[in-house]
C-alpha cells in the first residue's frame, strides 16, 4: 500500500463466512510466524516484527473503501499494543482514528505556523555554578488546547514520518540557541538534540547537521545527538 505497509485480501467464498473471524485470524497468525522467521543477509541474522490489523466485509461497512480505514485503524492499535500482534477492529477504534487523524492535520498546520518550541533542560557544574550545556526539549504551543506534551504527539509524528522535518528543525533551532546565547555573553558548551530512528536513517541526515551548524555559524563540537532507547 505504500512504505513499509501491505494489504492482504482473503476471498469470502473461500469459506463459510459464520467462520470469517477465525479464518481471518488463522491466516494473520500465519503470516505473523511467516515474518518473525529469521533470515540471513550476507551472514548476518536479521528479525522482522509486524504489526497486523483485521477488518470483515460487508459488515458495517458502507463503502469498499472503508475496508481500508477499518483495517488500517485496527492495525495502528495493534502497533500501540507493543508490535509483532494482531488486533480485530472494532466501533470503538473508530473514534480514537478521527482523533488521530485530526491531529495529525493540526501537527502539520504546527509546523507551517510555528507552533513547536524548545525548552532546554541545563547541566550544571556544581564546584563553579556554571551551566555547562543543556538538552533541548521539543513541545508544542497549541493556540487553542495550550501546551501538548511530546508523549501525545511524537509517536504520531514517527508513524506519519513528519518527524522529519519536525527534527530538521529542532536541529536548526538549537543550533541557532547556541549562537543567540554566544551573542548575550551566556556561552556554553554544548546542546544536546534527541534524534529519532527514521530522521537518523535518512540519507540527508548528516547534510542536515551540517546545514544546521553552517546557518548558525557554530562548531560541531557545539552539538550533541543523541538516539533515543527506541532508536537503539
Given at each position: 500500500?505504500?512504505?513499509?505497509?501491505?494489504?492482504?485480501?482473503?476471498?469470502?467464498?473461500?469459506?463459510?463466512?459464520?467462520?470469517?473471524?477465525?479464518?481471518?485470524?488463522?491466516?494473520?497468525?500465519?503470516?505473523?510466524?511467516?515474518?518473525?522467521?529469521?533470515?540471513?543477509?550476507?551472514?548476518?541474522?536479521?528479525?522482522?516484527?509486524?504489526?497486523?490489523?483485521?477488518?470483515?466485509?460487508?459488515?458495517?461497512?458502507?463503502?469498499?473503501?472503508?475496508?481500508?480505514q477499518q483495517?488500517?485503524?485496527?492495525?495502528?492499535?495493534?502497533?500501540?499494543?507493543?508490535?509483532?500482534?494482531?488486533?480485530?477492529?472494532?466501533?470503538?477504534?473508530?473514534?480514537?482514528?478521527?482523533?488521530?487523524?485530526?491531529?495529525?492535520?493540526?501537527?502539520?498546520?504546527?509546523?507551517?505556523?510555528?507552533?513547536?518550541?524548545?525548552?532546554?533542560?541545563?547541566?550544571?557544574?556544581?564546584?563553579?555554578?556554571?551551566?555547562?550545556?543543556?538538552?533541548?526539549?521539543?513541545?508544542?504551543?497549541?493556540?487553542?488546547?495550550?501546551?501538548?506534551?511530546?508523549?501525545?504527539?511524537?509517536?504520531?509524528?514517527?508513524?506519519?514520518?513528519?518527524?522529519?522535518?519536525?527534527?530538521?528543525?529542532?536541529?536548526?533551532?538549537?543550533?541557532?540557541?547556541?549562537?543567540?546565547?554566544?551573542?548575550?555573553?551566556?556561552?556554553?558548551?554544548?546542546?544536546?538534540?534527541?534524534?529519532?530512528s527514521r530522521?537518523?536513517?535518512?540519507?540527508?541526515?548528516?547534510?542536515?547537521?551540517?546545514?544546521?551548524?553552517?546557518?548558525a555559524g557554530?562548531?560541531?563540537?557545539?552539538?550533541?545527538?543523541?538516539?533515543?532507547?527506541?532508536?537503539?
Amino acid at each position: 500500500l505504500g512504505g513499509d505497509g501491505f494489504i492482504v485480501l482473503m476471498p469470502g467464498r473461500l469459506f463459510d463466512l459464520h467462520q470469517a473471524p477465525n479464518h481471518a485470524a488463522m491466516l494473520a497468525e500465519k503470516l505473523l510466524l511467516a515474518i518473525n522467521q529469521p533470515f540471513v543477509v550476507q551472514g548476518s541474522e536479521h528479525h522482522f516484527s509486524t504489526s497486523i490489523g483485521v477488518t470483515l466485509y460487508p459488515e458495517t461497512i458502507e463503502h469498499p473503501e472503508d475496508v481500508i480505514q477499518q483495517a488500517d485503524t485496527a492495525m495502528y492499535r495493534a502497533k500501540e499494543g507493543g508490535r509483532n500482534g494482531i488486533s480485530f477492529y472494532r466501533s470503538s477504534m473508530q473514534e480514537a482514528a478521527d482523533r488521530r487523524l485530526t491531529l495529525e492535520k493540526e501537527m502539520r498546520t504546527a509546523l507551517q505556523e510555528n507552533q513547536f518550541v524548545l525548552y532546554y533542560q541545563p547541566q550544571v557544574d556544581m564546584q563553579n555554578k556554571r551551566v555547562v550545556s543543556a538538552e533541548a526539549l521539543i513541545r508544542w504551543l497549541h493556540p487553542e488546547k495550550g501546551m501538548i506534551s511530546p508523549l501525545d504527539f511524537i509517536p504520531l509524528a514517527e508513524d506519519t514520518q513528519l518527524i522529519q522535518p519536525i527534527g530538521a528543525w529542532v536541529l536548526r533551532e538549537a543550533c541557532r540557541q547556541i549562537k543567540a546565547w554566544d551573542r548575550q555573553g551566556h556561552a556554553i558548551d554544548h546542546v544536546a538534540v534527541n534524534v529519532s530512528s527514521r530522521q537518523f536513517r535518512q540519507s540527508s541526515f548528516v547534510q542536515q547537521v551540517r546545514q544546521a551548524l553552517l546557518d548558525a555559524g557554530i562548531g560541531a563540537e557545539r552539538l550533541i545527538i543523541e538516539l533515543t532507547e527506541g532508536c537503539v
